[in-house]
């Protein structure tokens, strides 16, 4: 045989060697991926705490527990201004992660809302609760806690102190005759 076909015919079957090595690889990985993400049913509570600022002097802090064995989850939520006269709405809820980091529950969203420090009610603690399915559950490894401010509720806001306003205008008005206009109802 000639030493060039020789050479040839090799280099052809360490390439083939190689590329079967290649497309097996991946296959081997992925069937090692499939192991840790079909990890077993895991029992017992799982824990998590999660704490945010969504703007400067707003905070909010939570405290979640899962039990897996009846997907039980309970939660504390304090939703605090540190702000003279400025207060807000957020909302906050909790996802539930398989070993694969794929959502597999998520509890209802939990509204709370506080006022400024000089107006009263600027610290407030809210416990609230989801009931997730046993049989989901037992396969979470990881709570994830999500804090949302929420400025829609801002016009709930306006118009719960639109009277007020419309009040105060008129009686300046009144005194003043500077004839301001009521703020409108939306």
């Not at 077993?40 to 979640?64: E, N």
């Not at 006022?115 to 609230?128: D, E």
């Not at 049989?135 to 401010?149: A, F, P, S, Y």
Request: charged share 10%; proline share 5%.
């Amino acid at each position: 045989m000639n030493i060039f076909l020789y050479r040839l015919a090799r280099v052809f079957a360490i390439l083939a060697a190689l590329a079967g090595l290649m497309v097996l690889a991946p296959a081997g990985a992925a069937n090692a991926a499939t192991a840790v993400c079909s990890a077993p049913a895991q029992s017992g509570v799982l824990s998590t705490s999660y704490g945010s600022d969504p703007t400067g002097g707003l905070r909010l802090s939570t405290t979640a527990t899962l039990d897996r064995s009846t997907g039980q989850l309970t939660a504390v939520t304090n939703v605090r201004s540190l702000l003279a006269l400025r207060g807000f709405t957020a909302s906050f809820f909790a996802v539930g992660y398989d070993a694969c980091g794929n959502a597999v529950a998520e509890s209802q969203p939990v509204y709370a809302g506080v006022n400024g420090t000089w107006l009263g009610n600027s610290n407030r603690n809210m416990p609230w609760q989801a009931n997730w399915d046993s049989r989901i559950t037992t396969n979470i490894t990881r709570i994830e806690i999500v804090h949302q401010w929420s400025p829609a509720a801002g016009l709930d806001i306006y118009r719960r102190w639109q009277p007020v306003v419309c009040t105060a205008v008129k009686i300046v008005d009144g005194a003043t005759g500077w004839q301001i206009p009521c703020p409108p109802v939306l």
